[in-house]
């Protein structure tokens, strides 16, 4: 291996503590593209994970800047060099890629690119991904010792990475067993409850005309079992709070929830956070539910292509916004049409807690929901 700065024992150890550290999916590919164009002194990495409709599901780059990328334009698909990458079983090196046959063209604003390194990530006989650096720095270009060390990068990243998905999805799996199991229980204790509520309340019709004193008493007994399916409702209601808040916080529960919906749909999902601290549990929850209502609106209704949550430190509370550029509506005529998008939802949340929400949209020009909460 090298003697140089970044590329001694100890840095590679370093690289692939942290590959093993990272747990969530979108950590470990950046973790990995940073380590291994910081490793092998390389003016870019990218790393491409395939979907099954011949484009890439993630492609994470480093070397290139948002202005960069932005002008590059969609994610590429699986062509030339970059396929050949995800089909053979190890690294290859190239002089200048421009010149191979399976070259293929840049898109335009593309940074010019000519000595090349690749090798696939990949357990067992399934590729993971595949990992890509270009432009070694210094004239010699990229060595034997590069690409010893990138087929060890690739083999540690497919354990990463493989644990990374593993950790995800049992997080998932949990989650899924605790709703159901509090269904469950719901159903069966509040159901029971409103099944006594019926009958009582038909009893009460029945008494009514002929004995209203009874009639009376009926209603009464209609009153308190109401109150106890309520009582029943609202501890189930505290149980469902997500365990994620408990366990990491607003921040983190909200930029893991927003990653994997970034993930699941075709639109682009953001998240940006600034000065926000620990706010009451009562209020985290409210501004989650409230951001998860208004994405799921934004994602599943608006035909937006960019959605943007920004969440900021507004004196001692905070504030949260969700910003679709998508169809917009005229909230007034939503709500005459009894379509509330979970409007009404989501304003009960956020006065529950002291707050207010605001909504701001007009047709063509997106959406934003606006919440705003004191401090505790």
Partial sequence: MHNGPRTGLAAVSTALLAMSRRLEV?????????????????????????????????????????E??????????????????????????????????????????????????????????????????????????????????LSLLAQH??????????????????????????????????????????????????????????????????????????????????????????EDGLVATLRNHVRVLDRAHAARVTFTCDGVRALPATQEEALLRVAQEALHNALRHSGADLVEVTLVRRGGGAALRVTDNGQGFVPSAVRRAGRHLGLVSMRDRASGVGGRLAVHSEPGTGTTIEMEVPGG
């Avoid at 006594?196 to 009514?208: G, I, K, M, P």
């Avoid at 008493?217 to 209609?222: A, S």
Wanted: proline share 5%; aromatic share 6%; hydrophobic share 45%.
């Fill in 157 to 246: 990243a497919a354990i990463a990475l493989t644990n990374a998905r593993l950790y995800e999805r049992s997080r998932e799996l949990t989650i899924a067993e605790e709703r159901s199991r509090l269904a469950h229980e719901l159903h069966d204790a509040v159901s029971q409850k409103l099944f006594s509520l019926r009958l009582t309340a038909q009893a009460a019709a029945a008494l009514v005309d002929r004995d209203p004193a009874r009639a009376k008493g009926e209603l009464q007994q209609v009153a308190a079992l109401a109150a106890e399916a309520a009582d029943e409702l609202r501890a189930a209601v505290t149980e469902l709070r997500p365990a994620a808040l408990d």
């Fill in 68 to 149: 960069q990328w932005r002008r590059i334009g969609p994610l590429p698909r699986q062509h030339g060099i970059l396929a050949a990458m995800l089909h053979q079983d190890g690294p290859e090196r190239l002089a200048d890629v421009r010149r191979d046959p399976r070259f293929e063209g840049w898109p335009p604003g593309h940074p010019e690119m000519s000595d090349f390194l690749g090798a696939p990530v990949r357990d067992g006989e399934e590729t993971l991904g595949a990992l890509f650096l270009a432009n070694k720095k210094g004239a010699r270009g990229f060595t034997d010792e590069d690409e010893d060390l």
């Fill in 26 to 66: 979108r950590d470990v590919l950046r973790t990995i593209v940073v380590s291994a164009r910081e490793l092998l002194d390389a003016e870019y990495a990218a790393l491409g994970v395939p979907d099954d409709h011949g484009g890439f599901a993630q492609f994470v780059v480093d070397g290139i800047t948002e």
